[in-house]
């Protein structure tokens, strides 16, 4: 029976979201016979893990449905086993890339990308913490549905069951390597306060995550969509696109991703850096892997933490270190999108090898080639004001640090996949319990 793998990452409380998860856990076990690992990945200090055991133990009971809560010290035991089955000459650094103290959007995934292939799923479905589910005609609308209806099956097999198809030419035989749709309510990033305060210097912040070669006439439209997801569009019945899926109409929080690209190349490990998690959106678009884009869209919020002086210094921290990185990832996205169908080998699978080469490139960049980049966005967050002014001098006091990190974040990206394979091959290996 196939066996899918619906995962949670979180390090804050969520036990609303757990709940709803659980709900739709058992809606995939139900409506498509399937059996779904349901995975919490959680990081959350004692009282919080608590709270979640207790959440888990709530769920109602439902055929089909495992459950896993992994605390961090279970994940640390997991991918110490992994790592010293795969042979890798260095273990604690690849476990440090994959457990690291620090917060990691692309980490916690592919954590759940091992653990999935200990489990013998042949497909991760992701959802975040600060987010929840639409509600039409009286029941919640999951994204699961049109995930299973698509993921992992020929693309010509499904052609006629999408609302549109535009599949490259020659590529219907290759099967369908993500499916994901977006999110209503708040912006994916926080910066609304941002763009209410100052126009201009929201769209110069925001600029900074376009390429640089983006011509002109498009910035400002991609600028005004940036993190603006599907603004308040209420579902209203299923729209579904079969084609390569671009990475900015879909969110992490409602994404599917089959086995095959997961096991083959990893997210990048880099730490306290927004959007780090979207690489293998951008990879498979660009290999012209066929993906479904549907509009049963989660519903975003921002937590109260994130109100907090502390939270709101280290989010838009966060922002900043992802702004000084978009260069490095730049480099890489010009590269696969040149490479096109050259990203596969004759099996129709992501080599490896050849992304990992592009991410070595890019570190020919040195860290100061940044330096008018930072002076930009420090600037920026100074004009702001009030407690903007705090984050500008943060950024200031760690100016040299953070330039040498989005650099060194690129190094360790490309050591973790040069590693990958033989990880998930041992994560397959030593296998993992199913029960309820």
């Known amino acids: ?15 609303a979201t757990i709940a709803a998860v659980g709900g739709e856990a058992a809606y995939a076990a139900r409506e498509f016979g399937v059996e779904v690992a349901l995975l919490v990945l959680d990081s959350s200090p004692a009282p919080v893990l608590a709270g979640h055991r207790e959440a888990l133990a709530a769920l109602p009971p439902a055929p089909g ?3 896993h809560h992994f605390d961090e010290d279970r994940q640390r035991a997991f991918l110490r086993e992994v790592t010293g089955r795969s042979g890798a000459a260095e273990a604690d650094r690849l476990l440090e890339l994959m457990l690291p103290s620090r917060v990691s959007y692309g980490a916690c995934t592919n954590r759940a990308f091992l ?24 029941e919640p609308v999951f994204p699961v549905h049109q995930e299973l209806a698509f993921l992992g099956r020929r693309a010509e097999d499904v052609r006629a069951s999408a609302t549109r198809s535009r599949i490259a030419p020659g590529t219907g035989d290759r099967p369908v390597a993500l499916a994901g749709g977006s ?10 306060e941002i763009r209410r305060r100052d126009a201009d210097i929201y769209r110069e912040l925001v600029g900074l995550s376009i390429p640089d070669d983006c011509p002109e006439i498009w910035r400002g439209h991609l600028v005004e969509e940036s993190f603006r997801g599907a603004g308040d569009a209420a579902f209203d019945g299923d729209r579904t696109t079969l084609a390569p899926v671009s990475p900015t109409r879909v969110d992490m929080c409602n994404i599917a991703l089959d086995h095959e690209v997961y096991r083959r190349v990893p997210l990048p490990p880099a730490t306290d850096t927004i959007g780090s998690d979207y690489f293998l959106l951008h990879l498979v678009h660009d290999a012209r892997l ?5 509009n049963r869209h989660i519903v975003n919020f921002h ?3 994130r109100r907090t002086d502390s939270g709101f210094l280290a989010y838009q921290l966060r922002f900043a270190k992802f702004l000084l990185a978009k260069p490095y990832l730049n480099a890489v996205h010009t590269r696969t999108a040149a490479a096109g169908d050259t990203l596969l080998d004759d099996r129709g699978h992501l080599r490896a090898p050849a992304v990992a080469e592009f991410v070595r490139d890019s570190l020919a960049r040195a860290p100061e080639e940044n330096a008018d980049r930072f002076a930009t966005i420090e600037r920026a967050y100074r004009r702001l004001g009030d407690r903007y002014t705090e984050v500008a001098d943060a950024l200031a006091d760690r100016r040299a640090s953070l330039l040498a990190e989005v650099r060194d974040d690129m190094a360790d990206f490309a050591l973790l996949m040069e590693h990958w394979e033989a990880l998930t091959r041992a994560s397959a290996e030593a296998g993992l319990a199913v029960s309820r």
């Open 115 to 138: 653990v999935a292939e200990a489990l013998g799923c042949t497909s991760v479905h992701r959802r975040d913490s600060d987010s929840s589910f639409q509600s039409f005609g009286g």
């Open 65 to 67: 449905v495992s459950v």
């Open 183 to 192: 999110f209503v309510g708040e912006m994916s990033v926080d910066i609304a």
């Open 303 to 305: 937590t109260e933490e």
């Open 1 to 15: 029976m196939r066996r899918v793998c619906l995962t949670l990452p979180t390090h804050r409380a969520c036990p």
């Open 290 to 294: 066929p993906g479904l884009q549907h």
